[in-house]
């Protein structure tokens, strides 16, 4: 019995080796059958092939990149204009937190002038009443109280010219005309005081020339008002 079974067994497999070869020899024979120029064109289709996977993989490898230099450069554009951004609006910052400095101190000039003005043209009441031609001294004043007015209310619409001017799309170029208003009103207030200082001066020259009666005394020149504290201010809204 074992001696059967041992028998079967060398048969099946000299079965499958014999099948095997018969494959074998047979897809020899059939590669065999191509003529050279079939071998060709088969070797031709291979590299063919192989050639068109390459470029599908080189043409993968350049989208990515591109795609990633795409990134890159829209990345660094999102850092450029988070970066402007920020110093537009720091620039924005400092040339309103400027201007409403200037414009505060330009009114502080203004409403000093005025007071002195007010002061003095009260003094001339008081002299007219005595008999004292102080005509040139009062139509100088009323010329300062005229170019203070227009300084007021030039320097009033400055606030909201300079909240235009920031939020504009070029705000250096739209500060332009903010400044040019400051550098008017500036030089009215120069002008006016300069011109309350001649008022001043052609008062005192009338109480001088004033002849008194008999038995009476001259009236007292007017004080010199304290105008220092005007040109500093004048002088710091020019900065």
């Not at 350049?62 to 795409?70: F, H, L, R, S």
């Not at 970066?83 to 414009?103: D, G, M, P, W, Y």
């Not at 170029?173 to 120069?190: L, N, Y």
């Amino acid at each position: 019995m074992a001696s059967i079974t041992k028998n079967l067994i060398k048969t099946a497999t000299l079965t499958a080796v014999t099948l095997l070869l018969f494959v074998g020899v047979a897809a020899l024979a059939q590669e065999d059958d191509l003529t050279p120029q079939e071998h060709k064109e088969q070797h031709q289709a291979l590299l063919e092939e192989r050639k068109a996977e390459m470029e599908a993989k080189r043409e993968e490898v350049q989208a990515n990149m591109e795609v990633k230099k795409a990134e890159m450069e829209a990345k660094k554009e999102e850092r450029a204009e988070r970066k402007a951004a920020f110093f537009a609006e720091k620039v924005q910052n400092r040339l309103t937190n400027l201007s409403h400095n200037i414009i505060t101190r330009m009114g502080a000039a203004i409403e000093r002038l005025r007071n002195i003005t007010d002061r003095m043209l009260s003094r001339i009441d008081t002299l007219e009443a005595q008999g004292i031609d102080t005509g040139a001294s009062k139509d100088t004043l009323g010329d300062v109280h005229t170019g203070l007015d227009t300084a007021e209310a030039m320097l009033s619409s400055l606030a909201s010219d300079v909240e235009d001017a920031v939020s504009s799309d070029d705000p250096r170029a739209a500060f332009q005309s903010v400044k040019a208003t400051m550098d008017d009103v500036r030089d009215i207030i120069t002008q006016s005081h300069a011109l309350l200082r001649q008022g001043v001066e052609k008062l005192k020259t009338a109480v001088r020339d004033a002849r008194p009666e008999p038995g009476t005394e001259l009236p007292p020149a007017p004080d010199t008002p304290d105008t220092d504290t005007t040109e500093a201010e004048t002088d710091e809204s020019d900065a």
